[in-house]
């Protein structure tokens, strides 16, 4: 089918980015103008353009009417435009693409228009009731059917979300660990004390900031404000080896870091300069902070692996007994146990803990772990929330009660017989009663015996 007309291309956010469509026609039995799915571009508009007559070629060679789209296949292709985009982490596609393959089972042949309420409410009941799935599954599957669905409206091929009226509530996140202070304290010395290097240096960030791993590994030099004693988090380093955005717009943020913070990276960049300096390089505001051997960007397996036995190594997690195995050659080779500890994760906690702990709003945290809303940080951290909340309360008990108890009477000063003859003697002498009382007891006023 060959596609007349220039196609439609819609600005949605001035110079980067763009929606694009073409008309297709008239509809044969309705006579209703047909038009394609809408695209999104990111990029400048010229980069829209070409987008727009890429999308013309791939109409024309299989136009298909609209009120035929299925949930699987319009799911599928969602996916694809998410992995082409080059926006997401491979952690994110990952979990995406198992959530797109459980929609086509679900849903695979059910047109996009005729997928109501009642079908995804019977689809999640029936999985409950046969146990295939738990509500946490179930939470995943909707969040990313309503993504789906939510482009489908705004691409105008169904009126409204389904998905709006699904009762699939997050699941209670699960109690964080965080080290105690002490913990944190002896790994702090530990990291001071030791040889730095871009490992060791990124086990200090993440239990200064609470940054998360692929933030650290893809800080640069560029990102470091000695001055104002601050970290920018505007990228992060994936185990893809490419560098992106962070995970969420909330995730672009700058960190106060503290003097002793400010010192250790200071030391830090001088010994890694005078080390790309033998090796012939040149350190640069794009080089990595967290850098390798080689002073690239740092492999996150390959720092994972170095952590979990740094770790171990202080007390923070253990291996379990070695394992024998056979390897792709056919050799008997022994590997170490599956590790069982703290990770760097926990630190991000540890973080938080701290915070919360010394009594930081909540927005505050939000705001350093870069978290997306103050009701995720609320949830995620409620059990910390909570203990914060007693010790509050013990105090402001405290104080009430202090406050409601009936003070102690002090003792009313009292006169011996000697006293009392000696002020009567003065008396008789011509003193008043205010002047006896003064010679005989320097330390009682008149008052005073009254009680007043």
Not at 81 to 100: A, F, I, W
Not at 155 to 182: G, M, T, W, Y
Not at 257 to 284: C, H, N, P, Y
Not at 328 to 350: C, D, I, Q
Request: charged residues 30%; proline residues 3%; aromatic residues 6%.
């Amino acid at each position: 089918m060959k596609i007349t007309g220039s196609g439609e291309i819609e600005e949605v956010v001035k110079g980067k980015v763009y929606r694009i469509r073409h008309h297709l026609g008239r509809d044969a039995k309705t006579g209703h103008y047909i038009r394609s799915p809408k695209k999104t571009v990111y990029g400048t508009k010229a980069d829209a353009r070409r987008e727009l007559e890429n999308y013309r070629r791939e109409l024309e060679r299989g136009v298909k009417n609209t009120e035929e789209l299925t949930v699987g296949a319009y799911a599928r292709a969602w996916y694809e435009r998410r992995e082409n985009s080059g926006r997401y982490s491979p952690l994110t596609l990952k979990d995406d693409e198992l959530q797109v393959r459980k929609i086509e089972s679900l849903w695979g042949t059910t047109l996009l228009q005729d997928l109501t309420l009642k079908k995804i409410s019977g689809a999640y009941d029936k999985l409950l009731a046969q146990k295939k799935a738990s509500k946490n599954a179930i939470h995943k599957i909707n969040a990313t059917l309503s993504l789906v669905m939510d482009e489908a409206v705004a691409n105008e091929l169904v009126d409204a979300n389904p998905c709006e009226h699904i009762k699939a509530p997050r699941p209670k996140a699960k109690e964080r660990r965080a080290l105690s202070d002490e913990q944190a304290l002896e790994l702090a010395v530990a990291l001071r004390t030791e040889e730095q290097t871009g490992n060791t240096v990124a086990v200090w960030i993440a239990l200064a900031t609470g940054m998360r791993r692929g933030e650290i590994l893809g800080l640069v030099w560029r990102n470091v404000d000695f001055d104002r004693k601050r970290l920018y988090v505007g990228q992060q380093y994936a185990a893809d080896h490419k560098v992106r955005d962070p995970k969420s717009e909330k995730s672009h943020r700058w960190l106060g870091i503290d003097d002793g913070t400010v010192a250790f990276l200071a030391e830090w960049k001088q010994k890694q300069a005078r080390s790309m300096e033998i090796a012939g390089k040149e350190q640069t505001d794009e080089t990595p902070v967290c850098t390798n051997s080689v002073h690239n960007f740092m492999d996150p397996n390959t720092f994972n692996r170095w952590r979990r036995q740094y770790f171990a190594d202080h007390n923070l997690g253990e291996f379990g007994p070695a394992v024998k195995y056979t390897d792709s050659t056919g050799r008997k080779r022994w590997r170490k146990g599956a590790y069982v500890g703290y990770n760097l994760h926990e630190l991000r906690h540890t973080q938080a803990t701290l915070l919360i702990g010394s009594g930081a709003d909540i927005k505050t945290v939000q705001q350093r772990l870069g978290h997306s809303s103050a009701s995720l940080t609320m949830d995620i951290y409620a059990h910390f929330i909570a203990q914060n909340d007693r010790v509050a309360a013990n105090t402001i008990g405290d104080i009430l009660t202090e406050a409601t108890e009936k003070p102690e009477e002090a003792e009313k000063p009292a006169l011996s017989d000697a006293d009392r003859a000696a002020i009567a003697q003065r008396m008789a002498d011509g003193a008043s009663l205010e002047a006896a009382i003064s010679a005989v007891r320097p330390d009682v006023s008149v008052l005073d015996l009254l009680g007043i």
